[in-house]
């Protein structure tokens, strides 16, 4: 049996009730009325039993009882008045009688309508609630998945009310589920570019060195072109290594495994794997930190970690000139740890901050252009460190010399 068919069960069980409880109360009232009419009849014949009718009423005030009325009945009969008919007070009984049922039968009249009434309404109004719904379904089917959840406030049913508020909370769902599959078609779209635009400088420098191979070149210029096909290869292939690990990152194929490590070892790991760039452009690599620093534990993945700082090494090593310094600093905050890298490069423009940590940004400044990079390094580099609930910015370095990056990482 569905709710509305219970509802329906129970008014008619109550109106059954209402309908009975009018019976009995017609029936009490009636009895009340009509032994009301014999006790008026029964003094009346009592008083008539004897002569002195002021003593008997007397005796009836004070004592309330009434005995043997035989001989009032006959004298009653013998003037041609009946108990049950004939007289004016068996008339007032019935009139009396008669009004009780009338105004029963009215009071259950207009319960009748108003009960049709308030259905007819409540009709109407779950039709209009159920229409919402409805047109919320259509809406649904037809792709429109915009909600308004200020309609709630028109359902005065619970259980429609719930039930909108379910299928509104399916349509949050599918409209972020359409969201979301727009922002990977997007993402996949800009992915796509990104590496067409990568490559095609590099192949088509490749595809130029091997033509002019092809032609009839001394050893020297065979040799001298044979270098830079071996360097292309190389950037390709350093390129895809990056586009490998961005996708793997992405798709969630590798697993940041936060462990409770030595931070000061995996930096140091870092710095030595980036020491012999350093050494060839004379730049000194200073790592400054407290003696309680050095054996500070946090939860950390060594392997990427390293790999994001080794990122931000090599840049600051490629971006600034000979005889330049690198600074490493670490303090210990309350919840956190704060490492800064600064440099003496080049710099970052200010407006660039943001830019920076995008996929495949290098930056407009001449200076980054005639580099080699293929500006994934410091994408890769927020993603790690942001999958270690930690953050990285950029700004100016000491003396507004440089750059300083500043990371944060949760030391609990």
Not at 145 to 151: F, K, L, P
Not at 160 to 181: M, Q, T, V
Not at 308 to 321: Q, V
Request: include cysteine; charge should be neutral.
């Amino acid at each position: 049996m569905s709710r509305y068919d219970s509802k329906k069960s129970s008014r008619i069980i109550l109106i059954g009730c209402f309908v009975l409880l009018i019976g009995i109360l017609d029936t009490v009232l009636v009895k009340i009325q009509y032994d009301n009419y014999r006790e008026k009849i029964s003094i009346i014949c009592m008083m008539l039993n004897e002569e002195n009718t002021i003593d008997k009423a007397s005796k009836i005030l004070k004592t309330g009882q009434i005995k043997d009325i035989s001989k009032g009945k006959e004298i009653l009969y013998r003037y041609g008045y009946k108990l049950h008919s004939k007289n004016a007070l068996f008339h007032k009984f019935e009139l009396q009688s008669m009004m009780i049922i009338c105004i029963s039968f009215i009071i259950l009249i207009a319960l009748f309508l108003a009960i049709l009434i308030i259905n007819l309404i409540n009709k109407k109004r779950m039709r209009k609630e159920i229409e919402i719904i409805e047109k919320l379904i259509s809406d649904y089917k037809q792709g429109i998945v915009d909600t308004h959840n200020e309609i709630v406030t028109q359902f005065d049913d619970e259980s429609l009310k719930k039930l909108y508020y379910e299928i509104s909370s399916f349509g949050d769902a599918l409209r972020l589920l359409n969201e979301r599959e727009m922002m990977e078609k997007e993402s996949t779209k800009s992915l796509v570019s990104d590496i067409s635009h990568q490559l095609k400088t590099p192949v088509a420098a490749l595809k130029t060195s091997f033509e002019i191979l092809q032609q009839d070149l001394s050893a020297e210029e065979k040799t001298e072109f044979t270098e830079r096909c071996k360097i292309q290869i190389l950037g390709i292939e350093n390129l895809l290594g990056a586009l490998i690990n961005i996708s793997r990152m992405e798709a969630g194929m590798i697993d940041i495994m936060l462990d409770n490590q030595c931070v000061f070892d995996t930096i140091l790991a870092s710095i030595n794997r980036v020491y012999e760039k350093a050494e060839g452009k004379n730049i000194e690599i200073e790592f400054e930190a407290e003696e309680e620093l050095k054996d500070l534990y946090i939860p950390h993945d060594k392997k990427w970690l390293c790999e994001a700082f080794i990122n931000i090494f090599e840049n600051a090593i490629k971006y600034s000139s000979e005889n330049k310094n690198i600074i490493i600093r670490m303090l210990k905050l309350v919840t956190f740890l704060r490492i800064e890298i600064c440099d003496e490069g080049i710099g970052i423009a200010k407006e660039e901050y943001n830019q920076i940590f995008k996929r495949f940004y290098r930056g407009n400044s001449p200076a980054v252009k005639k580099q080699p990079g293929s500006g994934i390094g410091l994408y890769l580099t927020r993603e790690i460190i942001s999958r270690h609930h930690g953050t990285i910015r950029v700004e100016s370095g000491e003396n507004k010399k440089g750059s300083k990056f500043i990371i944060q990482l949760p030391c609990q």
